[in-house]
Every structure is written in structure tokens, then in C-alpha cells.
């Protein structure tokens, strides 16, 4: 479901040492950079707000979504949802649990991924240029294994 932070680390810890080596430390910023333009792209391009505004859909599909999602295309009121209890859902042990799980996880995520290059080079000895071959892939396989 969350592919693109684990699968970007991935992609980006075997690459970027190969292009900080080769081309200098710049381009691993200008490539990553270049992808997400690319990306960007390509969500504009495909991704659409409403079913109707797709170009790819199948008009009986079209009608399907609209009949059982109750979308009206300005020919009828559309129902508000009712607003959610914020303050019991903020409050719950399991979305304060989840919360703080996440933080923590984001904080380790984002360090090992600043410190593992270094650690790497400085302490292992191994040049940036192979940190990108096999051990990158087996340092890189909790991320793989991620949903």
C-alpha cells in the first residue's frame, strides 16, 4: 500500500552511490529530482478527482460508480457526510498507540537512512561506489519486505 518511501529508499541506496562516485555528489539530487518531475507528470496526466473527469473509464463503469457511490453531477443534492467525533478518535489508545508507533518509526527510518551511507564508508571502510552493489540489496531488504 505505502510503496513509494520504502521503494524509494531502495532504489535510491543502490543508485546513489554509483552516481555520487561517477558523476559527483549533485546528480544523486538532480536525478532523484528529475523522477519526481517524471512522477508529477504522470499524476496529472492520469489521476483525476472525480470518474467522470477520467478519459480511460468505460461509460457502464462510469454509470456503475456514480448509481452505487451516490455522485451527482449537479442534477441533485449531494449528501454531507456526518462529521467525525475528532475528540474520541484522537483520544483512543489505539490511534495514540499507532501515532507514536509511526513517529518512532519515521524517526529511525530517517536516520538510518541519512547515517547508512557514512556508517558504511567511515567505519566499514567500504567506498560509496560499491555501497550501492550487494550489500546495499541486503541492507535494503527490510524495506523490500514492507507493505
Given at each position: 500500500?505505502?510503496?513509494?518511501?520504502?521503494?524509494?529508499?531502495?532504489?535510491?541506496?543502490?543508485?546513489?552511490?554509483y552516481l555520487g562516485q561517477t558523476l559527483g555528489w549533485e546528480y544523486i539530487f538532480y536525478f532523484t529530482g528529475l523522477l519526481g518531475v517524471v512522477w508529477f507528470v504522470f499524476w496529472t496526466l492520469f489521476i483525476?478527482?472525480?470518474?467522470?473527469?477520467?478519459?480511460?473509464?468505460?461509460?457502464?463503469?462510469?454509470?456503475?460508480?456514480?448509481?452505487?457511490?451516490?455522485?451527482?453531477?449537479?442534477?441533485?443534492?449531494?449528501?454531507?457526510p456526518p462529521f467525525p467525533p475528532?475528540?474520541?478518535?484522537?483520544?483512543?489508545?489505539?490511534?495514540?498507540?499507532?501515532?507514536t508507533a509511526q513517529s518512532l518509526n519515521?524517526?529511525?527510518f530517517g536516520t538510518l537512512m541519512a547515517l547508512l551511507p557514512t556508517y558504511l564508508n567511515d567505519v566499514q571502510g567500504l567506498p560509496l561506489s560499491q555501497v550501492g552493489g550487494n550489500y546495499a540489496k541486503i541492507l535494503c531488504f527490510p524495506y523490500k519486505t514492507q507493505r
Amino acid at each position: 500500500m505505502f510503496l513509494g518511501t520504502p521503494g524509494g529508499s531502495v532504489f535510491c541506496l543502490i543508485t546513489s552511490g554509483y552516481l555520487g562516485q561517477t558523476l559527483g555528489w549533485e546528480y544523486i539530487f538532480y536525478f532523484t529530482g528529475l523522477l519526481g518531475v517524471v512522477w508529477f507528470v504522470f499524476w496529472t496526466l492520469f489521476i483525476h478527482d472525480e470518474p467522470a473527469k477520467t478519459l480511460r473509464i468505460k461509460p457502464d463503469e462510469l454509470e456503475y460508480i456514480q448509481k452505487t457511490a451516490d455522485i451527482k453531477d449537479g442534477d441533485g443534492p449531494r449528501r454531507s457526510p456526518p462529521f467525525p467525533p475528532l475528540k474520541s478518535i484522537f483520544t483512543s489508545v489505539p490511534v495514540i498507540g499507532l501515532f507514536t508507533a509511526q513517529s518512532l518509526n519515521n524517526f529511525v527510518f530517517g536516520t538510518l537512512m541519512a547515517l547508512l551511507p557514512t556508517y558504511l564508508n567511515d567505519v566499514q571502510g567500504l567506498p560509496l561506489s560499491q555501497v550501492g552493489g550487494n550489500y546495499a540489496k541486503i541492507l535494503c531488504f527490510p524495506y523490500k519486505t514492507q507493505r
